[in-house]
């Protein structure tokens, strides 16, 4: 992970603190709602074999990991500390499982691989499917009002041993935050049978019961508007974060252990997926459901976005960095009170910016230029 030179080590932004814990608390696990959907509506469809979908998988999950996972991170490594050195051979010897961005990739993996086995041995519409579709309601009804309290309640013991930050190998993924993954991946499977166009919150009710075409994107649900709105959503989220973090500053009680913070932090991470995730999803169908006018910005672009930014994004922000701090007003305004506060925000907002942009670009053009690409990201 990058970190400018200009902002002191120990230097704490409070305000990009509480944002890192909001965008921690919905935005991965909206990715793993509309994965879990996406790989309902593969499985669902009738010339889509159980094979077929786990060769079509590990095509574009399996193969991205790995060789992200062999050269991705100390290639990043390597652009933020502008050497070479010895990165790479260290880097290998210690790697034990999935790096970096991709424990996404290979948690999902496991994920669509379970789910596949399920969907294998699960009654067929032509016998005792009827049943089977009630049951799977009655448990996404279920998950989808008081999954967030045993998914709370989850985290909370699983952080005693596992607390926020520790990754576990082989799949990368931090299992601090893993029982929310698992639940919005049920959640965004169920769904599709259940004919919820977009993920619904606890407090409102599912929008259908079934749909007309369980193998694609289109469904019988009609718009339901939330019962919390996305500004009050974001508001509630935001104005109790600072609850989890009540004591000393610099403590990291929060992220796991037998007291309040870590207890009072677990119920409201889970909260805050179930109030904003709905919203969100909401927002965006109700003001962006139409065909994007952008060159750039394209969904068919984002998976080897989501590749790319993290070594791109080193290498620009090196350069970026290395070029402010060699201009003596900049580093004069990032000692002052103002410039201790501000300037982290400024240089996160700015670069956060430029470093999507560069990589939607590359991406684009890595995908336009060689076609054969395409059959993986």
């Not at 880097?91 to 034990?96: A, D, K, P, S």
């Not at 070029?323 to 670069?351: D, F, H, Y």
């Amino acid at each position: 992970m990058f970190r400018s030179r200009l902002i002191p080590r120990d230097h704490l932004s409070l305000p990009l603190f509480l944002f890192n814990g909001f965008n921690q608390s919905f935005f991965m696990g909206l990715f793993f709602w509309v994965s879990g959907r996406m790989s309902a509506q593969a499985l669902n469809r009738k010339d889509v074999s159980l094979a077929a979908f786990l060769k079509t998988k590990a095509v574009r999950l399996l193969v991205p990991t790995v060789f992200y996972t062999m050269l991705g991170p100390p290639l990043a490594a390597c652009l933020a500390q502008g050497r070479v050195g010895g990165v790479f051979k260290a880097y290998w010897r210690q790697l034990r499982g999935a790096r970096g961005v991709t424990w996404y990739t290979a948690t999902l993996l496991a994920f669509d691989a379970v789910a596949a086995l399920l969907h294998q041995h699960t009654p067929s519409p032509t016998h005792d499917g009827k049943d089977h579709r009630e049951v799977s309601h009655v448990v996404y009804d279920a998950l989808r009002k008081y999954g967030w309290v045993l998914a709370a309640t989850a985290c909370f013991f699983v952080r005693l041993d596992y607390p926020v930050g520790r990754a576990s190998a082989p799949l990368g993924v931090q299992p601090a935050y893993l029982a929310q993954y698992i639940l919005a991946y049920i959640l965004g499977y169920l769904s599709l049978k259940r004919g919820d166009a977009r993920m619904t919150g606890p407090f409102e009710q599912s929008s259908s019961t079934g749909t007309t075409e369980p193998g694609s994107l289109k469904s019988d649900a009609t718009a339901v508007k939330p019962t919390v709105s996305l500004p009050m959503a974001v508001t509630i989220s935001i104005l109790t974060a600072p609850i989890c973090i009540l004591g000393p500053v610099g403590s990291t009680s929060w992220s796991g252990g037998w007291n309040l913070n870590a207890a009072v932090y677990a119920v409201w991470n889970e909260l805050s997926f179930m109030l904003v995730g709905p919203a969100l999803m909401d927002y965006f169908q109700r003001h962006h459901n139409r065909v994007t006018t952008s060159s750039l910005w394209q969904a068919r672009y984002s998976f080897v976005t989501f590749l790319l930014h993290i070594p791109l994004s080193a290498a620009i922000e090196s350069v970026v960095d290395k070029g402010l701090a060699g201009i003596p007003g900049v580093a004069r305004i990032m000692e002052t009170p103002v410039g201790r506060t501000l300037g982290p925000i400024v240089l996160s907002g700015v670069m956060g910016y430029v470093n999507s942009t560069a990589s939607f670009a590359v991406g684009k053009w890595l995908l336009e230029s060689f076609p054969s690409l395409k059959r993986v990201l």
